[in-house]
């Protein structure tokens, strides 16, 4: 199974030296892959490749760039330029934003999520599948009077959305690799999540979806101390109805029910339930809430379970 981390370091003096370093440290873990999620700040691609290129061997992806604000011929390039630099080992992952940034940050309307995530997805993959597109939708128009292929990059580049809801599973299973979903309990991805992608995919005569599920986690003996912060960390959550949503299916009331702490027996214990659950891999976040000892303690476990 694969097992990663992800890794954030904006708070050290150098973003990107910090970074490399965090995933040297991964990958003598015994840890598979490295996701880096995207913000207002540093550039999540740009991140992959680099660290990438450091550490050979490990599986790198972007968790998640919103759809809105981009444009699929950006991201494409963006993509498939990290793709030739890791030789095939970036994941691309997608996401429908929130309404909050999306206004605020942007200046664009959050309407019609879904339909632009569809149109989005569909440019986008004749774009590294082919390195060419013509697609003229209601809501963007991606065509290549150039061509935009990537040479090193003919290997494509797997497409992932941070779905959770009915309506982006659908669209994710239609026309998607698979999905990140964060917040989402082994209950609801049994009961939920899992088979409305998988059913969807089936329609469309996709191949069988990757679940990439991604855990709030740390293995720590001061389960109650790490459980406070996690409740503070992961409040902002709540507000956003999807995943309030999700959380519920998942059978808890805050976010941070959803964070798996404790020790070792504990967290590989619920790393088996996500497996059963439907999860084709898994990887933690905010593992350095509880301090370095225990984010490595963290990471030693899971470069275990990842063996």
Known sequence: ????????????????????????EAAEFGLTSAWFGQTFGADSPQLAEIVGREVPGLQVGTSAIPV???HPLLVSSQAQTAQAATHGRYHLGLALGTK???????????????ARLREFLTALRQLVDTGTADFHGELLTATTPIPARVP????GVPLLVAAMGPQALRA?????????PYLAGPRALADHVVPALT???????????????????VVTDDVDGVRKKATENLAFYEQIPSYARVIELSGGRRAADLAVIGDEK??????????????????FSGTEIAGEADRRRTWRLLGELAG
């Open 100 to 114: 909050l940034l999306t206004e605020s940050g942007f200046g664009l309307p959050f309407e019609r999520p879904i």
């Open 152 to 155: 090193g990059a003919e290997s």
């Open 199 to 217: 059913a969807a995919a089936e329609g469309a005569g996709r191949p069988t979806p990757r679940i990439v599920a991604l855990v709030p986690g």
């Open 266 to 283: 504990t967290v590989e214990a619920e790393v088996r339930r996500y497996r059963d659950a439907g999860a084709t891999e898994v990887w």
């Open 68 to 70: 809105f604000g981009r």
């Open 1 to 24: 199974m694969t097992v990663g981390v992800a890794l954030n370091a904006s708070d050290a003096p150098n973003q990107v030296d910090a970074t490399v370093r965090l995933v040297q």
């Open 172 to 180: 994710s299973g239609e026309l998607a690799d698979g999905i990140l």
